[in-house]
């Protein structure tokens, strides 16, 4: 198991995820942000941030200039006030002293408006996987696309984001997997076939696999995210039935070669 020196730092749970919408939260931002190389100067996007508890984490913990992306309001979401998610993190960022190092802005992939090579590094956790389940896979790869093109030759991307462990579902999750309006069956896809989509939209893999503290993370979602709390009978009773069968967490981190 990982020791996450910089997550660790921030104990309260409950506050975190009333502001970070993803398994692992801080930890699971440690683990993809150390594969980054990420320094004072790193020029970082960070894509699909909720209320950005993770993008003031990074700023935070490894001083990197980071620009946020967000298309959505908060309205699907228990205190939701009807305002844009980068709003929240704008607040968010003069809590955590980062408002010099942190840029919100209302856009979102596949059409970030940037120009060519704007960024050094990517990151982007618990987002991609809505853009399969929404937009099926040409849409994910469209995305992926995307962010290679604002990044610059020799810019890593890390992504990290729920997918399941290979094969078909254990039966007994079927009414779990339908359920929404964006399902868990059509978000989430095996490691492999990630894989397939950066090698698709043109980027080299650096490393890759299912985060080993994974599962963990997906407990640890169960039982401080505010969804969660609310609505037990849904994201913690599919975990109970799972086990830890079939649902997983992945992550890649990728390399845009030229
Ligand atoms: C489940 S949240 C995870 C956020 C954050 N990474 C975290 O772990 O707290 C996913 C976010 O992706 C955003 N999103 C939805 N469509 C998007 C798009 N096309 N581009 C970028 N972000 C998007 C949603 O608004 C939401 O805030």
Not at 51 to 70: N, P
Not at 160 to 173: F, R
Not at 225 to 247: F, H, Q, S, T, Y
């Amino acid at each position: 198991m990982n020791s996450y020196p910089r997550a660790t730092k921030y104990l309260d749970l409950d506050s975190i995820y009333s502001r970070c919408s993803g398994p692992g939260a801080l930890r699971t931002a440690e683990f993809v942000a150390d594969k980054l190389d990420l320094r004072p100067d790193t020029r970082l996007l960070d894509i699909g941030v909720f209320k950005g508890e993770q993008t003031c984490f990074l700023a935070k913990e490894y001083g990197s200039m980071v620009v946020a992306v967000d298309p959505w309001l908060d309205d699907f979401y228990p205190d939701c006030d009807h305002r844009p998610f980068v709003d929240h993190l704008r607040r968010n960022a003069d809590r955590w002293g980062v408002a010099d190092r942190v840029l919100g802005l209302q856009l979102g992939v596949p059409d970030l408006k940037f120009a060519d090579v704007s960024f050094d590094a990517a990151y982007s956790t618990t987002a991609f996987e809505m853009l399969r389940g929404l937009g099926g896979v040409d849409h994910y790869r469209a995305c992926l696309a995307e962010v290679r093109r604002v990044l610059r030759p020799g810019g890593l991307f890390g992504l990290a984001e729920p997918m399941h462990l290979g094969g078909e579902p254990p039966p007994e999750l079927a009414p779990f997997l339908s359920d929404g309006i964006i399902t868990f069956g059509d978000c989430l896809t095996s490691i492999g076939q990630v894989e397939d989509d950066f090698l698709a939209a043109g980027f080299e893999i650096v490393e890759s696999g299912y985060a080993p503290d994974g599962w963990e993370w997906w407990l640890e979602f169960a039982a401080h995210d505010v969804e969660c709390k609310a609505n037990p009978e849904r994201i913690p009773r599919m975990l109970e039935v799972d086990g830890g069968r079939w649902i997983g967490f992945g992550y890649v981190i990728a390399r845009r070669a030229a």
